[in-house]
């Protein structure tokens, strides 16, 4: 019998310094990205401690249970996934790691309800050729600009395998990529402009842009045209048993492969010293020590809350301060007591706003009031055993700047909160003419707190740093050697090089993983 | 296929965007970042993870039960006591002999009484406990107590239940409607209350004065008292039946919450079956801890007064110690004196989620509020499993 458990009881410093523990990997935080991460290490050999403050790994990519409903709590739409026959990347990776979960494809891209003057109402499906078409009947004359709209994202897809490939020779890059070069950095709009695309067709074509958080005139060409392009190509997907069912399938491969996940460890401090990471202390204490750390928490936690004020490169704090995090979100889950054939309903996705100009979008989730975009999933759709007979799930989100909740207090918390769910079951019952208040069984309310709740970022932060201009993804590949300013600590997240999203994170996490093997058995 | 579309752009924006990332970062000031941000620090209004309290005050019940009035320990950290709504619990953390566990109250005080600084805490002894025996007997005014931060999903939720709460309450299951009711006399929440309220004898009815004072205060409260054993004017007798649930239930739409011992919930829910009421309007607050797993459907024969070895990998320790089946994996680890974590203790809230490593457990098909993924990977709630072999266990420890 072995004793000196660590208990809330028995604190592990009584163990004393000298018995710090050490591994070739540790990984901070179990979201995606650091999930993916660590089971990458964990698979070529290294030794591999992920360590997660919560009691389930996933972050966001979680579920929880109200009565006989479980719910998804934050993935809509999985991009980059791909059929067995036609794989994408994710789809790749959590084959190669062994990730035995089963992903369902999302039938439509999407509905979208504009109810203002300017409005409409469509169903778009997938496929590109089936989506040019729909919206040539709806924007006559779109057709040609749609279509070079997709060809333009695949000229990216075929820069970012070139660029990927190491150090990019200008020379090529202006024969090659020249298409891509003039596009990549630009806003959405400016190209779409360029492309002569009409601005109703613009309008539905840059729906999804409310999964990214950063409205058309600043979102890069590069990110936002191969979301769409893959989303529409390749079909969205999701898991049958919520995100939760992935989150613990890359968490068991970590340990098939020898490595160890510990939850409920929360970690206090990040050691530097001498402009190295050498390991982390826990919040009972103990010292690990590392040869790489990765971290899957956010640099302002990092650099804000868990480094010795002196041992703070400069770099980092002008990075950090350089960047802005405001962008969470408000979900309402709803349980409902009928099917969705019983109420009428037959789509995945509705994206509901009284304006279809994502900057005017945009500008309203500074106010708790004016904001009335909403995007309803009804899990049910493309999952029907996500519920019991005779009931559905829905589910809304709204983006907010995290300005607009300044006026919410602990007093006001509950009102506020049941107000706005309330706004958003009566807009979404409005737009599509279907009666969900009325079979209400289960309804949970996500706010803001709550993501900073399990996420611990910085006002529940959801996007990480706002991905635009001189921080979209681009930028951020090209400078990430050139700006690790802390030796033997990567970054991996929403505020990595991939920005945000889950397939983003699952493919930032799992190279992340590959710089770390690089970094250590890479003869350095 | 590249270049075919033909575009009037300046390819240099793309060179330049380095440059620009450079300039964007050497101009940003290098001073420190901010420690907290406000939605955080409201989220921590609501959450804290643990509560540190003194016992300010101690009022004995008639039925052998006891109110505690718990205020901030300011020497321990605690300023200020944690938001909720009527109707959610504080688990209380509690060493007994050598175990260690949290064990579930529903806060009786008002949420606003929260925001004057004081909790109260009704514990109402049960015969055979481990818990309330061991606060009835021991806690004392000036007591140091740790608590964790208020959960649960007994609460009254407008956007989903009847304006018409129609309380089921037996012995100690009254707590949470207390705080209902006072938070509907005090403004915080809007809706009307009747609750029938089954005791044994009219004298030991634990809070009656004080619901007494409610109903004269406000009427959106009524109280129906039924008594088992005892017939007495202005009460009713028996149990509580469906005919009594309809002949004081309002005519109109109305959500029915239940609250009390495992054996109330026994009868209540064939009375309730009888009302033939959706599903959506009938609501329970947790059943808590159980034992005897064998009177639950499934249960595999021959088990019965068995005793297990249990091997618990923490980190990168072991312990092993004996376990027996009609106890829950979690009553067994605090036995063993590991503070495992625990909330509800009812198989429901999921903060024990613990992986099994080997071995089986038998969990009542009832009480099994696991999620989907966690049966596909082995995943278990010990509070709600029960050892019907050796088993190992992973436990995350804090």
Redo the contacts between chains.
Sequence with gaps: ??G??????VSVKERGENMA?SYDVVVVGAGNAGLTAAAVTAKTGLKTLLLERH??PGGSAS??????F?FEPSLHEMAGYGSAENPGDVRNIFAELGVGVELLPVKDAFRAVITGPDGYDLVMPTGIGNFVRMLEQEVPGSAESVT?FF??A??VG?ALGYLGKGKPDPQIL?T???????????PVS??LN??NMPKKAQHILLTYWAYMGTPISEFAFALYSIMVHRYVDMKAYIPK??S??IS??L??CIRDNGG?V?????VVEFLIRDGRCYGVRT??GLEIHARQVISNVIP?RV???MVD?AAIP??E??????RSVKF?AFCVYLGL?KSPEELGIKDYSVFISSTPDSDEQRRRMRTLDKNDFTIMNCLNIDNPGCSPDGTSILWATQLYE?EA??G????N??ATK?RL??KA?EQYETAVGVKI?D?????SIAT???F??YL?T???AIYAYHAS????M??RI??MRDEQWVQGLLFCGGHGTRTIGYSSTYINGYQTGQMAVLDLKGGH | MANEVNLNLDPRTFMNIIPERRAAIEAAPDTPLPTDFPLNRLMRAFHPEHQHLVIEAVETHDGDAKSYTLVPDRENGTDSLAYFSAGQYVSVLLEIGGSKLYKPYSIRSSPADAQRRRYILTVKRSEGGFASPYILDTWKKGRRVTITGPEGNFTYEPLRDAKHIVGLAGGSGITPFYSLARAITDGTEDCDLTLLYGSRMADGILLKDEFDAVCAECGSVKVIHILSDESRSGFEHGFITAELIKKYAPAGDFSLFVCGPQAMYDFVDREINKLELPPRRVRHELFGQIGNPERYPGYPPDHVGKTFTLTVHIRAEQRQFSCSASESLLVALERAGIAALSRCRSGECGFCHSRLISGEVYIPPDKDKRREADEKYGYIHPCMSFPVSDVALELSMK
């Design positions: 019998m072995v000196g458990i660590a208990t809330e009881f523990i009691n389930i579920s929880f249970r109200r009565g006989r479980e070079n060809k333009l695949g000229d075929m202006q090659e990529h020249l298409n891509f070069m003039k596009v990549a950095s630009q400016v190209v360029a492309l048993m919520r939760h069912e613990l399938g968490e068991k160890e510990w939850f409920n460890t929360e919040k009972d302002h650099f804000g809350n004020k400069v770099q704090l002008k990075r950090a301060n350089a969470s007591s995290t909740w300044e919410v207090t602990p007093e918390y509950k049941n769910a309330k079951i208040s079979c209400i069984e289960e309804i803001p707190a709550t900073a709740r611990d910085p006002d529940g201009g001189w921080d979209a681009l930028p090209m400078t």
